[in-house]
């Protein structure tokens, strides 16, 4: 690429050019080395293929030289896939049936110290298409102060994306069963006791006494609850309490998180004194809150406050 390193010998161009021209010009490389072998012992054909191959690099060096002093490397990396998409459309074709075979996503087997899953994900472009459309809209600020980063809002998007695809109940079932969570539990771990045996998350671990709550409230959970020798005392569904009809009832007064406003396809429902202190499932005690402030409700000890018929929450920090 000889215009190229005219370029960046003069120091027009950043090696960080230089290096995505070269990437660029590799993937060229890789084609027209195809095309040769694709030749075979046919020398007209190979004359020709060796002929464009000399061609096309010679263009690609001309526009990365007229491209790069003006563009960051990012910028120069998308008019190099731009250029090469259509000087070369078999680049583009075969870089996609490499990424379709290395797709995947994987969890790491461990938490890491701060309790925290990492999901590594290899997504190709029609993948990241998707994922972005369904998942950009439920990642927007739901208000002017709402205080999530960008990272968080993403995360608790593709949380709300799992939960409603869980409520439709169109997912496959696992052994009849509709996909669901299963928490094992006791009185005691609800209730926070001392000596109270944790609740556990399937699939997960021990989760504290406000996770535990904040499932009991309303996830489409099967609730084991056990005592300290193992004796079942019930095992239920949250499914089905609040009632479809206390669902609507509730969705009906409040209309959007009473939190941040998020609309109520994002809301489940918390019950204003926890179920673990008695509190009924009653409309009154119902309100309609989206995941991260159900979230700061049970784990930072915000706390629901009613104004005649409606509710708000209270952000400053109380005892759980
Ligand atoms: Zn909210
Ligand atoms: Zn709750």
Redesign the pocket.
Known sequence: MPKTAKKLAAGAITPGHAGAAARGLAELQRQAAVRRRDAGGDMDAWGKAVEAEQHTAAAFDGMVADTAPGADRNELARRIDAWTAHHDPDVIRDRERRALARRGVVWDAQRDADGLWTMRAQFTDAAKAQVTAAMEPLAAK?SADDDRTLAQRRHDAVVTLCQQACDRGDLPAVASQRPHMLLVTSPDAQAGGPDAQPAWLDGVGPVSSETARLFVCDADTTIVVKDANGKIWDVGRATGDPSTAQRKAVIARDKR?I??R?PASRCQIHHIVYRSRNGDTVVDNLVL??W??HHGIHHLGWRVTRHGPTFTIDRTPTDL
């Open positions: 739901t998180c939190g941040c998020a809150v989206c991260s402030c």
